[in-house]
């Protein structure tokens, strides 16, 4: 694999650093930075709730909050959750139908745990034939509050790794398709995948409130190789790392980002939304380059009417303009983990035919927008001498439909796999 890369940032390229091309670019063209909105169904109170959110997120019809943004925008689910709770089993037929459309077209793509009451092994049997048998993939497992069947021992405390346990079931879930997991680590640090930076986390218009977060932040990093290793991603401030379960299944675990000066647990909701998603927030995530999954629970509500409102609709109206700006790519945590775990494990090497670059990439598929697993990865760009005259294969295949891309603010031209965006279904 071609390792001309700055030191300590994985996908960025900066416009002072010397490099020779043909040289990965961080992001698909033009993008400056990668976001997705990873948000746990906790407490969404019925299904009018959660389908009218999902509307007005990723539709562009008339919602009760005005028109729809048409943003990429995933979703969680769940199954064995109490009354009162919406959760896969509590719906009505017309709302599993949904759901189960949403799974498919890839806007809902996390498993968030199996819920609550999934004490036994036999519930995640149960849910995952459901998905089975409706054609639904979910590559995604987040935590659950105190769930039994979480993975994780030390923040979420479940069982569902631990082979014997009443609640085990990651045999049955990695077989079923699961491929990247979160177990409760969430970062106060703007951007990952690019070098930890604390400063930024203090906030002078909140002094005492944002230095307690730094605080937190910087003890992090004193026990980055204590405590088990519990903040040992905090520290490196990767997205993603291998790690290994209980059973001993190696899978990828994922961070997740709330960079609230009030800390990873505030204004985690509908509500407080507008107060995360701040022009300065966005402007930082941009001028550092970095990737964000962003820790929410946009089914914690105060009006069941308009479930988003106020400041959260003005923040989210202004990420769309910067994604219709080419500024922010925002896209389902799916589609972020498999972006940023092909760009990790793809190796180049070039070749010269006449006057042609020819580009050999080799490694995983992340799988295109339609799911097909051996595409070539969507949005894969690279900074190239003359995109008129470069050939890009993958694992052998060229791909014939490759977007040539003027220069952006390195100064450097480029070439891409299209990105294409998920089909948005009617609901």
């Known amino acids: 694999m071609n390792e001309n890369r700055p030191e300590g940032s994985p996908l960025a390229i900066r416009k002072d650093t010397p490099v020779t091309l043909p040289f990965p670019r961080a992001f698909p063209y033009p993008f400056r930075a990668m976001m997705s909105i ?18 007005f997120l990723i539709g562009t019809k008339t919602t009760a909050m005005g028109p ?23 719906a009505s037929e017309k709302g599993r139908d949904i759901v189960r459309l949403l799974m498919r077209s890839g806007h809902i793509d996390c498993l968030h745990s199996f819920g609550d009451l999934a004490t036994s092994r036999t519930h995640a049997e149960r849910a995952l034939e459901e998905l089975e048998r409706h054609g639904c993939k979910l ?23 631990v082979p014997g346990s ?21 970062t106060s640090v703007v951007g990952q995948d690019v070098p930890r930076r604390l400063k930024n986390v203090f906030d002078a218009a909140h002094p005492l409130a944002s ?36 059973d001993g299944r190696r899978t990828l675990e994922f961070i997740r980002c709330n960079p609230h000066f009030g800390g990873v647990s505030s204004r985690d909701t ?5 107060d995360v998603l701040t022009p300065k927030i966005l402007d930082l995530l941009e001028e550092r380059g970095g990737v964000c999954i962003l820790y929410t629970h946009l089914g914690k509500v105060r009006d069941r009417e308009n479930p988003l409102r106020g400041e959260t609709v003005i923040a989210l109206r202004h990420l769309a303009e910067r994604v219709r700006g080419g500024r922010i790519l925002l896209t389902t945590t799916r589609r972020l983990l498999e972006y940023a775990s092909t760009r990790r494990n793809l190796g180049f090497r070039v070749t010269r035919e006449g006057d042609w670059t020819l580009l050999h990439l080799e490694g995983p598929t992340g799988g295109d927008s339609t799911g ?12 190239v001498e003359d995109p008129e005259k470069t050939r890009l294969f993958h694992n052998g295949l060229e791909v014939s439909a490759l977007d040539r891309n003027p220069s952006d603010s390195t100064g450097n031209r480029s070439v891409s796999v299209p990105w294409t965006p998920l089909r948005t279904p009617e609901i």
């Open 68 to 90: 729809g943004l048409g943003l990429e925008v995933g979703n969680t689910m769940y199954f064995d959750m109490p009354k009162g709770q919406f959760s896969y089993w509590n």
């Open 211 to 246: 230095g307690k977060t730094l605080v937190k932040e910087g003890v992090k990093d004193l026990l980055a190789e204590t405590v088990g290793g519990r903040y040992a991603m905090h520290a490196g401030n990767s997205l993603l790392r291998g790690v290994t379960l209980r």
């Open 372 to 383: 097909r697993e051996e595409a070539a990865p969507d949005g894969l760009t690279f900074y």
């Open 38 to 55: 990873c948000s746990d169904l906790d407490e969404t109170p019925d299904e009018g709730v959660y389908s009218e959110t999902i509307r």
């Open 270 to 274: 509908a509500e407080g939304l507008g």
């Open 166 to 186: 009443a609640s085990y079931h990651a045999d049955l879930t990695f077989a079923y398709g699961v491929r990247y997991v979160w177990m409760g680590r969430v």
């Open 139 to 161: 590559r995604v497992w987040v935590d659950h509050g105190v769930a039994p069947s979480n993975f994780g021992s030390d923040i979420m405390r479940g069982a569902g790794d």
